[in-house]
T-cell receptor, first 114, second 115 residues
Framework: GDSVTQMEGPVTLSEEAFLTINCTYTATGYPSLFWYVQYPGEGLQLLLKATKADDKGSNKGFEATYRKETTSFHLEKGSVQVSDSAVYFCALRGAQGGSEKLVFGKGTKLTVNP | DSGVTQTPKHLITATGQRVTLRCSPRSGDLSVYWYQQSLDQGLQFLIQYYNGEERAKGNILERFSAQQFPDLHSELNLSSLELGDSALYFC??????????????FGPGTRLTVL
């Protein structure tokens, strides 16, 4: 079945550092790919998405590019802020069938220190 | 605020008991999804309803059941609770089915603790 593997944390960075969180997937066909963020005590929020190969999703300075050849969707940000401290989840929605369920990675906890 | 509400926020109960978690989707959303977030299993899809009908099932135990009512709110029933059922249960809703840009909006979750 479909699966997502993402870099496990925790990741600790200093403010203004460069962030990369790796994510690879296994799926049939062309899934849609997502990054969700979970701030402490809150539900998940969609950070960005890409629905086809070579699409780049971007939001709030975060970017991820859908790479079909490497089945990857790595999250990057050039300069992190303390407010980016959260848990980040890579997810996919399969291309097969009518279900729209999301398959999530384990999550990566990011802590940004001032 | 995603517009999805879940009650209660916290629930503490004992093994063997039964609980009901409630979810109200965003106004106009027809699909409701339930997910379980636990330390060992991560975030897992449980079940999806669309306009009152079950649409898809994931790793949902037979002790668990759900339904979606005519007003589109949904309830997740967990029975014969075990310690391992302690987790954060999320509800999400989305507007349409069979759409490529069908974002799921998540509620704040219900934290269940089984003692």
């Amino acid at each position: 079945g479909d699966s997502v593997t993402q870099m496990e944390g925790p990741v600790t960075l200093s403010e203004e550092a460069f962030l990369t969180i790796n994510c690879t997937y296994t799926a049939t066909g062309y899934p849609s790919l997502f990054w969700y963020v979970q701030y402490p005590g809150e539900g998940l929020q969609l950070l960005l998405k890409a629905t086809k190969a070579d699409d780049k999703g971007s939001n709030k300075g975060f970017e991820a590019t859908y790479r079909k050849e490497t089945t990857s969707f790595h999250l990057e940000k050039g300069s992190v802020q303390v407010s980016d401290s959260a848990v980040y989840f890579c997810a996919l929605r399969g291309a097969q069938g009518g279900s729209e369920k999301l398959v999530f990675g384990k999550g990566t906890k990011l802590t940004v220190n001032p | 605020d995603s517009g999805v509400t879940q009650t209660p926020k916290h629930l503490i109960t004992a093994t063997g008991q039964r609980v009901t978690l409630r979810c109200s989707p965003r106004s106009g959303d027809l699909s409701v999804y339930w997910y379980q977030q636990s330390l060992d299993q991560g975030l897992q899809f449980l079940i999806q309803y669309y306009n009152g009908e079950e649409r898809a099932k994931g790793n949902i135990l037979e002790r668990f059941s759900a339904q979606q009512f005519p007003d589109l709110h949904s309830e997740l029933n967990l029975s014969s609770l075990e310690l391992g059922d302690s987790a954060l249960y999320f509800c999400a809703s989305s507007a349409r089915i069979l759409s490529s840009y069908n974002e799921q909006f998540f509620g704040p979750g219900t934290r269940l603790t089984v003692l």
